[in-house]
């Protein structure tokens, strides 16, 4: 039967190899799953036959990931040869979609996804594999036999093939999938002459390039953690070893999410024509939530690495969040809430569900089972700490969770209660999500500035007296510069105020480090990083969230619109901008028709250039639907943004546009960068892992004292603790 | 090496005067947003309480303030083709039509709740971007605060506002030597193997 | 603490289970069970020629929005005609309304597939948007108390509209002498 009404459907068949080896190549990575598990938890729980096992799970993890990339690579294959006969070709594909947006359809809709998604996965479990590889050798090395010798050593020769095991379970789930209902390499025949092509939002900017990838990086990503909670709880112990590995991978994966988040908003305002970045759609909630938890797990993770508490609460968080990723994978395919980004799948939203079930119920029932044994003496000693800081870090970010949850899912809770439809939109989100943007924002003044344990008011008085005083001196500059809108005006104090924060930080941290080793400044500055990548590449990530908070305050209060009619010549005048309308054209693409005007911009008289803002029709898209694409002139002081309205169509002789400025918008997309450069500083590999090992066990363990670290490069030397402030105590443990 | 200055003499239970401080502090932190919320929600996203209808003075000036008050408008009402985006925000036609409705009916005079209850009366109240507060939609308001302060006193009562906390300690893990200033030799033993292999 | 997470996750997946049982695409009509509202306006093929709803007092009335830009209006217009060939013009009323659309393009359409009901122009939408109309086609299935039975917004296939119409006729009461509601 034919796929598409429209084309004729050939009679010869196609070459069925590519299905067949695709197809094969998922099953493999299926039964590779299957080994993972077994033979992981057996590694894991068993205790005989230790080393046999794990060895065989990390096989199996390597070799899932080589089959899915043969299952990749087929489906690459399939779409740039237009093989119409592999039936995810037969959906997205089409001869006249440009060679860059047919290899990136691989993961625009439904089962592609999916198999892009699995892949991930199977690449996850092997890099953990690969990383841990030498672990066994090291056992073997030290007596042969696996024995109870040291509390550091056992467990986690058997973390690393359960984690493995619990990646191999969640990889069961989706190579299922796809080798059932979500088969993309089904077999079409008689096999169409062309496809529809891809969904024509997808293919107007090379964005979706990178968009997607980054975020399922990062949703995928968050089963590692998981996987790492799942395994702590099944062993009955959480060592200290496993909360920093844990909490690398949940960096990596952090970092990947917070790329795709922000690309996402960039695709968004870049293609979608409507001015703005975020429109708190259910799907866009759905992948910030998981973002949210994570980003509370980072911080109370620190929490527990210093005085080992937390250790449940920060297992409910890791696999809150893995549920979260899973809750926003099943919104974008069940169509459960209608959303710009929502494709229904058929059967795939209720096993998605049954799945999500699965793992809630589990969890639930493990925790319940384990948590009695992980509870830790410990003690937040004073309101005024790091600790008390950074739980209430978590309370917002949770709180926030909640709120946008809530939010998100409401309206189906009143249809469910009362039958009526109701819309839950950006004006409600907004309104929630400043106050507690604005208190994450101060705390982040706060955190960083105390010190662990208590805080003298000495202390308190020496460190926050700049910020503060910065703080106000800017609210009154602003005020006295005209400013006189609050929102924008407490951003701008609340930004100076941790800015100074994170000034002051660096500036002690510098100091102690030239007086120390003698460094020039630049060297001071490359060992913190080297040695505190996680607390000073942490600072950058704020010093990004913070350039975030200032961009979206500032487009938010100041965007102006304006949208006008304009004959050849004619002028738009909307702020410092002048937009002068020159023709209509048209151009016939092999893919679609584009319809476009040209106008001339200005600013403040000076002339800018062009700018061909668009409108698209695709020919093989059923709906014949017109995408706009609108032309962004950007700047680091604004962005100028224009939409094609409407066009004369009988005479070409005039054009509708809308103009928008958005001021500072460009900051939002530089502030994601630096987000992301200062989680690449946290998670840059260092050689010092495995001597703090054994200082971190001991602190993991309730000690209250603090070990030096050991420098393995610089002659061993221990270093001299004998300093006046608490605070610089805990610099060099990090 | 040596133990940083702590006071041992300061037992963990007793300072319930700082806990009960900080348990004050963290709930004034988290009510403010309650007054917060609504000073924004009054200064940004225009809550229609105290909005007339433009006054019928100078035409120019007329034209911006309806324009204005259109805009605002529009933000509170979803373009029904368009999810979750604004009727001003969306560029799609019937948005555009249904700004043209608010503006005639401002220029004849109608208040925004007027307006606002047009259309929903033909659209139903799916209209609105943010629910009315009325009934059950009361939930989606106060949830949140209820789960903060919630939250908070769970925190309060884990912290150990009243007393000690629990006293289980893993049972698998190694206990920490409270009075081991030195590493333990079997400690040294497993660091200078990994020294050695790394 | 620990199990807040995890915990709340259950009532939320019975609620998305719930969820998956209905389609969230379509909107629910405001209008179903209330009083059509009246409107006045111009024929399609002679401007100065108004229609109103009230005209059409103490009839059965489906009123259908349309354009010709719309795909499946293509293929619900058979039945359009079937409808208007089928019942008498004094029990049951059909009426056109372009939606989104110019009058030329509109009358090209009737031109192809034929139809000789009464047909009228809408511009700037003013009545579709009184009507809560968010696509095309939509069809209202009015009685003659003036009351809204249906509002179906996907295209009509006979057995829907005969099975309606059918219906309201049969359920005919005498008409309200003052129903008839102003347009605001």
């Not at chain 1, 099944?234 to 922000?262: K, P, Y």
């Not at chain 1, 620190?302 to 890791?318: A, C, E, H, P, Y």
């Amino acid at each position: 039967m034919c796929e598409t009404p429209t084309s004729l459907c050939s009679t010869a068949h196609k070459n069925n190899m590519l299905s067949a080896l695709g197809y094969g190549s998922v099953l493999a990575a299926l039964i590779a799953a299957g080994i993972m598990a077994l033979a992981g938890y057996h590694a894991g729980l068993a205790r005989r036959n230790i080393e046999f096992a794990a060895t065989l799970t990390r096989r199996a993890a390597y070799f899932g990931f080589f089959a899915m990339t043969v299952g990749m690579l087929v489906m690459e294959i399939a779409l740039l040869t237009h093989d119409f006969s592999v039936e995810y070709v037969a959906r997205v594909g089409s001869h006249e979609t440009p060679t860059y947006y047919t290899a990136i359809s691989l993961w625009s809709s439904l089962d592609g996804s999916i198999l892009f998604w699995g892949w991930i996965l199977a690449g996850y479990g092997a890099l953990f594999a690969f990383t841990r590889r030498s672990e066994i050798d090291a056992h073997q090395r030290v007596g042969g036999r696996v024995v109870a010798a040291d509390g550091g050593l056992v467990p986690s020769l058997k973390t690393t093939p359960l984690v493995i095991a619990v990646i191999g379970t969640v990889g069961l789930f989706f190579f299922g999938l796809l080798a059932g209902p979500a088969n993309p390499f089904g077999i079409v025949s008689p096999a169409p002459l062309n496809g529809p092509g891809p969904n024509p939002l997808l293919q107007n900017h090379p964005l979706m390039g990178l968009h997607p990838p980054m975020l399922y990086f990062g949703f995928v990503g968050m089963t590692v953690p998981f996987a790492f909670a799942i395994a702590g709880l099944l062993q009955g112990n959480i060592e200290a070893r496993w909360i920093r590995d844990s909490r690398r991978w949940m960096v990596a994966a952090w970092a990947f999410l917070t790329m795709g988040i922000i690309g996402g908003g960039w695709w968004s305002y870049e293609v979608l024509g409507w001015g703005g970045a975020w429109a708190w759609d259910p799907v866009e909630n759905a992948s910030f939530l998981p973002w949210l938890t994570a980003t509370a797990f980072l911080h109370s993770a620190m929490v527990q690495k210093r005085g080992g508490m937390l250790k449940t609460w920060n297992l409910s968080l890791m696999i809150g969040t893995f549920l979260l990723t899973l809750l926003g994978t099943f919104l974008t395919r069940s169509g459960v809430i209608d959303s710009v980004h929502a494709f229904t799948e058929g059967v795939i939203g209720p096993l998605f569900l049954g799945f999500m079930a699965i793992i809630a119920l589990g969890s639930l029932t493990l925790i319940g089972w384990r948590s009695n044994r992980l509870y830790t003496a410990g003690q937040i000693e004073s309101p005024v700490s790091r600790e008390s800081a950074f739980i209430l870090n978590n309370l917002l970010l949770v709180g926030f969770t909640f709120t946008v949850l809530l939010g998100t899912m409401f309206p189906l809770l009143i249809e469910a209660i009362r039958g009526d439809r109701i819309s839950v939109g950006p004006p409600y989100f907004n309104m929630v999500a400043s106050p507690i943007g604005l208190a994450l924002l101060f705390l982040m003044g706060i955190g960083p500035a105390l010190p662990w344990r208590r805080a003298t008011s000495d202390h308190i008085k020496k460190s926050f007296r700049w910020p503060i005083l910065l703080g106000v001196v800017t609210a009154i500059a602003a005020f006295l510069l005209g400013m006189r809108q609050l929102l924008p005006t407490i951003t701008l104090a609340f930004a100076a105020f941790v800015l100074t924060t994170i000034v002051q930080e660096f500036a002690m941290g510098i100091k102690a480090r030239r007086k120390l080793a003698n460094r020039s400044f630049v060297g001071a500055l490359l060992d913190l990083f080297s040695r505190n990548g996680h607390r000073y590449g942490g600072y950058i990530v704020h010093v990004g969230v913070v350039v975030i908070a200032l961009a979206i305050s500032v487009s938010w209060t100041w965007k102006t619109e304006r949208q006008e009619t304009l004959r050849a010549g004619e002028r738009l005048a909307i702020e410092d901008y002048e937009v002068e309308f020159v023709e209509v054209w048209g151009i016939e693409e092999p893919q679609r028709f584009v319809i476009g005007a040209t106008f001339e911009t200005f600013r403040n008289g000076k002339p800018l250039g062009q700018e061909q803002p668009r409108l698209n029709i695709y020919h093989r898209d059923p709906s014949q639907q017109t995408i706009g694409t609108p032309a962004v002139r950007s700047s680091l002081s604004s962005d100028l943004y224009l939409t094609l309205m409407a066009i004369d169509q009988d005479n070409l002789a005039h054009a509708t546009v809308r103009a928008i400025v958005n001021p500072g918008i460009v900051w939002l997309w530089i502030g994601g960068m630096i987000m992301g450069i200062g989680a690449l500083i946290a998670i840059w590999p260092r050689g010092k892992i495995r001597v703090r090992a054994a200082s971190d066990q001991l602190l993991a363990d309730g000690g209250t004292y603090q070990l030096p670290s050991l420098d393995i490069d610089s002659s061993a030397k221990t270093e001299n603790l004998e300093r006046t402030s608490p605070s610089k105590t805990e610099k060099s443990i990090e | 090496m040596h133990r940083s200055t702590r006071n041992t003499d300061q037992l963990p239970g007793t300072n319930k005067r700082l806990h009960a401080q900080m348990f004050i502090w963290a709930l004034a932190i988290g009510l403010s947003p309650a007054p917060i919320t609504k000073l924004i929600a009054q200064s940004v996203d225009g809550a229609f309480d105290g909005v007339e209808a433009p006054a019928p003075a100078g035409d120019e000036v007329r034209e911006a303030e309806l324009d204005d008050l259109t805009a605002q408008i529009g933000a509170e009402l979803r373009c029904p083709i368009c999810r979750q985006q604004s009727v001003a925000e969306s560029s799609s036609r019937i948005a555009r039509e249904m700004q043209g409705v608010i503006r005639e009916m401002l220029m004849d005079e109608k208040t925004p709740e007027e307006i606002e209850a047009y259309f929903v009366q033909s659209y139903g109240e799916w209209i609105l971007l943010r629910p009315k507060v009325q009934g059950l939609n009361s939930i989606l308001y106060v949830l949140p605060f209820l789960a903060l302060i919630l939250a908070l006193v769970l925190i309060g009562a884990k912290i150990g506002f009243g007393g000690t906390t629990g006293i289980h300690e893993s049972s698998l893990t190694v206990s920490a030597p409270d009075t081991g200033s030195t590493l333990s030799a079997r400690d040294r033993e497993w660091l200078d193997k990994a020294r050695s292999e790394s | 603490m620990r199990w807040v997470l995890p915990l709340a996750f259950v009532p939320m997946l019975a609620l998305l289970a719930w969820g998956l049982t209905r389609d969230a695409r379509r909107l629910p009509s405001a209008l179903e069970g209330k009083l059509a509202p009246d409107f006045t306006l111009a024929d399609l093929y002679d401007p100065s020629d108004s229609v109103s709803l009230h005209d059409f007092e103490g009839k059965v009335v489906v009123l259908n929005f349309w354009a010709s830009w719309c795909i499946p209006c293509i293929t619900e217009h058979p039945v359009l005609v079937k409808l208007h060939e089928t019942y008498d013009p004094e029990d049951v009323a059909l009426l056109s309304v372009l939606f989104q659309d110019a009058p030329e393009n509109g009358q090209a359409f009737i031109q192809d597939l034929g139809g000789d009901w009464p047909m009228v122009v809408d511009p700037g939408s003013h009545t579709a948007i009184r009507y809560g109309v968010y696509g095309v086609p939509e069809t209202f299935f009015i009685g003659a108390d003036r009351e809204v039975a249906l509002r179906h917004d996907l295209a009509v296939n006979w057995d829907l509209v005969s099975t309606m119409v059918d219906s309201l006729v049969a359920s005919q009461g005498t008409p309200k002498s003052s129903a008839i509601e102003s347009q605001d």
